[in-house]
């Protein structure tokens, strides 16, 4: 019986399923592509044997320091470090973040046998600073062990990876925030609807976000985490995304007509994941999960990259009191002839997460700097990223996020030529609210087949850490990373001595004149919105916003 062979830590009587000896016996492919079919479709999930067979494999695959702790040294620590007390009466190592071992069905040997491979894992693994998953991933993998040390030999192997293109657990709060950061903004471009009602239920958004990994480990059901685990040992941490994208869908989907209370959002959304059993099956979720279509492995690594160093460019490397991120927009001392607060926090809240760190700077007005494109041009420069704001006479309020500096318009004289990045995007507050992303964010089939593959395959880890070495990443979403079917899929911004332009093809999302005066708006490729205001308009006020520093500059 399997639970004879791997069950002794199981209190089988709390399994959901307590046939776990049923479906195939054996897995007989090696090859990955179709281990990530088998993985996906659930193949061992139904045979508890069969499924510690195949992440015993799996984990063994992964390449690792060359001296990584064995079951061997687990049995030589174990007794000297829990002691005569046992690990019961210790508290968990710090990495743990006060964050207990996820009951999963283990009986209570199994309780206390995670509590002493913490707390080994913590003296094996000095390095190890903020992992407040580990407790859940450590329960999981006990189902599947024979004994503690074998679960604690998979364990290290798992946090000993050395493939810098193979992530699997954030082990440093600097590696687990930037994640948070990049799950918003994933959140921010592939679930606005859900991130609408966060936004409007909390105060602080990055701090509802924060909690992401703990939904997956530690909320979920046991059997819906070891279905997802199935697939982040074939796939990797872009699994992990997925199915946090896919909950807050379901979470959307089910609450959204619904009274929630405001600020208690953090909570509805992990009690929300606790009862997934009574939303979804598993299979549904993973379905769901995989029906996103996400950036590629090396883009989303990009933008981990591009917010770590934002993090680290503010001292935030060490777990601290969190800044209220929503409140970077202070209604005393906010000013503008444009926009109240409420509105700019609005437009905070669809702005990257690595700049909502920032409080809004305005650097031009023509209230005060006057109508005229070069001084536009000579205080906007040395900024980046800028929001551009436009208000018009009969008061229709429009306007931009705009990911590049306006210097680098000089790269081609006065010739009028595209440039900047798919974060760029467009808007419009008033009369109504509505925001128009790049047009491959929302049709991912744009990008050729060709380059779709290509985005399926791991990043290249010398390509990755040459980037990472320079002071400037390559940017985050730049065209050049898509093989695009034309070039109007990526006209963002251009300028010259006559005009600005904002989107192009077919048409321009926003072209003001060089009096900053008259313009006009009208649907284009790049970001296949519609008319931001009336088609032709006389602008009353234009201001363009920058980043502070830091929220206490």
């Not at 939904?215 to 941490?237: K, Q, S």
Request: hydrophobic share 40%; aromatic share 10%.
């Amino acid at each position: 019986m399997a639970k004879d062979e791997y069950g002794q830590f199981v209190d089988w009587d709390k399994m959901v399923s307590k046939n776990q000896d049923s479906g195939p016996k054996e897995v007989s492919c090696t090859d990955m592509k179709e281990l990530k079919q088998f993985a996906r479709q659930g193949y061992w999930a139904k045979n508890h044997s069969l499924r510690a067979k195949v992440y015993h494999k799996l984990i063994k695959r992964i390449p690792c320091r060359t001296v990584t702790p064995d079951a061997a040294v687990y049995w030589d620590i174990v007794g000297p470090i829990v002691g005569v007390k046992g690990s019961r009466l210790q508290p968990l190592p710090e990495f743990a973040d006060g964050n207990q071992v996820p009951n999963y069905c283990l009986n209570s040997v199994g309780i206390t046998a995670v509590r002493n491979i913490l707390m080994c894992i913590a003296n094996q693994f000095p390095d190890i600073s903020f992992c407040p998953v580990l407790p859940a991933v450590v329960a999981l993998l006990l189902h599947y062990s024979k004994d503690e040390g074998q679960c604690f030999e998979l364990v290290c192997r798992i946090l000993a990876c050395n493939d810098p293109g193979r992530r699997l657990i954030d082990q440093t709060f600097l590696a687990y925030e930037s994640s948070c950061m990049t799950f918003g903004d994933l959140v921010n471009k592939y679930c606005p609807k859900a991130h609408k009602l966060i936004v409007s239920l909390s105060e602080d958004v990055l701090e509802v976000y924060s909690h992401w990994l703990q939904w997956i480990f530690g909320a979920l059901p046991f059997e819906y985490v070891a279905r997802v685990f199935d697939v982040l040992l074939v796939e990797g941490y872009k699994v992990l995304y997925r199915v946090a994208l896919a909950l807050l869908k379901f979470f959307h989907k089910v609450k959204i007509g619904e009274s929630l209370e405001p600020g208690n959002v953090k909570a509805e959304i992990q009690d929300f994941v606790q009862g997934m059993n009574k939303v979804v099956s598993s299979e549904k979720l993973l379905e769901k999960a995989f029906s996103i279509r996400l950036f590629s492995r090396k883009e989303i690594r990009l933008l981990q990259m591009a917010n770590e160093k934002a993090l680290q460019q503010k001292g935030i490397t060490v777990k601290q009191t969190r800044h209220n991120v929503q409140l970077a927009v202070h209604a005393e001392n906010f000013q503008s002839g444009i926009v109240t607060a409420k509105e700019m926090r609005e437009i905070w809240s669809w702005i990257p997460e690595r700049f909502a760190l920032s409080q809004p700077m305005q650097i031009f007005t023509t209230a005060e700097h006057g109508c005229s494109l070069t001084r536009f041009y000579t205080l906007c420069e040395g900024h980046e990223p800028t929001i551009l704001l436009i208000k018009t006479i009969t008061g229709e309020i429009c306007g931009a996020y705009l990911s590049t500096d306006w210097s680098e318009r000089k790269r081609y004289g006065n010739k009028l030529s595209f440039f900047g990045t798919g974060e760029c995007f467009v808007f419009r507050l008033k009369p109504e609210v509505d925001r128009y992303e790049w047009v491959v964010i929302r049709h991912p089939e744009l990008v050729s087949p060709n380059m779709e593959n290509m985005s399926e395959s791991p990043p290249v880890p010398s390509a990755i850490s040459q980037e990472a070495s320079l002071d400037r990443l390559s940017p985050f979403l730049a065209a050049r990373h898509f093989s695009l079917p034309t070039k109007t899929a990526s006209m963002f911004m251009a300028g010259n001595n006559e005009s600005i332009i904002i989107g192009g093809g077919d048409g321009n999302a926003l072209y003001i004149d060089a009096d900053l005066n008259h313009g006009r708006t009208s649907h284009c490729n790049t970001f296949n919105n519609q008319p931001l205001c009336s088609e032709t308009f006389q602008i009353s006020i234009l201001e363009v916003w920058g980043f502070k520093e830091s929220l206490n500059s």
